[in-house]
């Protein structure tokens, strides 16, 4: 069974192969090709940022790589609702898992950063 870990490693891969694979769909207009580039750069960002976390020297560290996880992610999520708001891409499985995907990872990227920071605060005050 695979830690929680490395299941987070995979599902921000699928996240960003699940990006790569709209790529002919966007790329055939200037404002797709724009949009584009800006999803692929903050999704891929999001899971090398997650496996810099992951290799954290500290939990100030740990919180501060997980804080660009989110903020990426984040940007993300806008990114998809627009291309799939403004017709670029009629919302198909692909779409819906991009977005449901972008979601999950915030709430789990932020619950994270949450638990982190909450452990830092908790010990100073044992101290």
Not at 3 to 22: A, E, M, Q, T, Y
Request: hydrophobic share 40%.
């Amino acid at each position: 069974m695979e830690s929680f870990p490395d299941d987070l490693s995979k599902r921000f891969l699928n996240f960003v192969i699940g990006i790569i694979k709209i790529e002919k769909q966007l790329c055939k207009t200037y404002s797709g090709r724009h949009i584009y580039g800006q999803l692929f750069r903050s999704g891929s960002s999001a899971g090398a940022n997650y496996e810099e976390a992951r290799a954290a020297e500290s939990r100030a560290d740990f919180i501060h790589k997980m804080q660009i996880v989110l903020k990426e992610l984040r940007e993300s999520h806008y990114w998809i609702k627009l291309i799939i708001f403004s017709g670029m891409i009629d919302e198909n499985e692909a779409t819906e898992f991009l977005l449901k995907e972008s979601k999950e990872l915030s709430d789990i990227s932020a619950k994270s950063i949450v638990t982190a920071k909450s452990k830092i605060f908790k010990n100073k005050s044992q101290v």
